[in-house]
């Protein structure tokens, strides 16, 4: 299932834990065999060629859409929607090149805000894969259902976006593959991911050090109705992931992730954008890339199914 997770409060029903079944033989970007462990707790694997992070074995597809077929999963988005509407806005001004009249998909669009904020403030024309409920909240017509097993049509957008959902998917590769063909030849692709650079976990492990208090583990086991990240994304890893699929990237800097930021979110925000342009250390909690499609338009649009 594609789409951005919210955390379930605890009062959510009980679902037993996940059954971890599903093993990765091969790396989903490089196809290479050879992993180390990173993490016993977490299952979390890195493909020795080409360091991409994952999760193996890992819960099924059926098992974690079961853990977010709570009715009240997005009660917690919409309690918390006009600090959201602060982010998205700050995300719009990342994006304020694409232009007005654009059009643009949001996979895994959530309720809906971020495409209505563009549709508003740009003049978008916007499209999306969601949940009934962002239908409902913003008036926003969304395909229902995962981006990959729809019919979408290809070489049509300026910009596909991305927040938050390329660590859920299945396939990273895939998923980045189905971009491309949804682009028109020098469309954006605007993807923010958990940021996983080692340069992040030295400042945790330092900051705790300097508190006196136990270093956190660095990834966290996968558990029903709680964040469930099949993949752990460095800077390096998605650049290259994104070159060899027909992509050049223009800019890779902090996603302001933050539900209600504040003046001391977006200082902290302004401060590590620019250590990472000074040094290119990452120490955000999150990755921002913006890439164009160099692909060549060979045929006219048309449905593709990208399963």
């Known amino acids: 299932m594609l789409g951005r997770r919210p955390v379930l409060s605890s009062s959510g029903p009980v679902t037993p834990s996940f059954a971890f079944d599903e093993e990765i033989a091969a790396c989903d970007l490089c196809g290479g065999r050879d992993f180390a462990i990173l993490s016993s707790a977490a299952n979390v694997r890195a493909c020795v060629r080409c360091g991409y992070r994952f999760v193996s074995p890992r819960p099924s597809q059926a098992q974690i859409a079961a853990s977010y077929s709570d009715p009240s999963f997005y009660s917690g988005w919409i309690d918390d929607d006009a600090g959201r509407q602060r982010m998205w806005s700050r995300r719009l001004d990342l994006l304020h090149r694409v232009g ?78 189905l971009c491309r063909r949804l682009l028109r030849k020098e469309g954006l692709l ?27 583990e660095r990834y966290e086991p996968l558990r029903p109705h709680s964040e469930v990240h099949l993949s752990n994304f460095t800077s390096r890893v998605l650049v290259n992931a994104l070159r060899q699929r027909g992509f ?60």
């Open 100 to 177: 007005a009249g654009a059009r643009v998909i949001d996979i895994g669009a959530g309720i809906g805000t971020f495409l209505a904020m563009g549709r508003d403030r740009y003049g978008w024309q916007v499209a999306g894969t969601a949940v009934q409920l962002a239908r409902d909240r913003h008036g926003v017509d969304l395909m229902l259902g995962d981006a990959e097993s729809l019919e979408l049509p290809e070489h049509a957008f300026d910009l596909v976006t991305l927040w938050h959902v390329l660590e859920h998917v299945p396939s990273p590769a895939r998923t980045l593959s």
């Open 248 to 307: 050049r990237v223009e800019r890779v800097t902090l996603d302001n992730q933050y539900a209600n930021p504040t003046i001391r979110t977006d200082t902290l925000v302004r401060s590590y954008r620019l250590i990472r342009n000074l040094t290119g250390l990452n120490f955000g909690q999150a990755t921002f890339v913006l890439a164009r499609s160099i692909i060549d338009e060979q045929s006219p649009v048309r449905a593709v199914n990208a399963s």
């Open 190 to 216: 605007a993807i923010a991911v958990p940021n996983s650079d080692d340069a992040r976990g030295w400042l945790i492990r330092t900051k705790a050090n300097l508190r006196g208090k136990p270093v956190p």
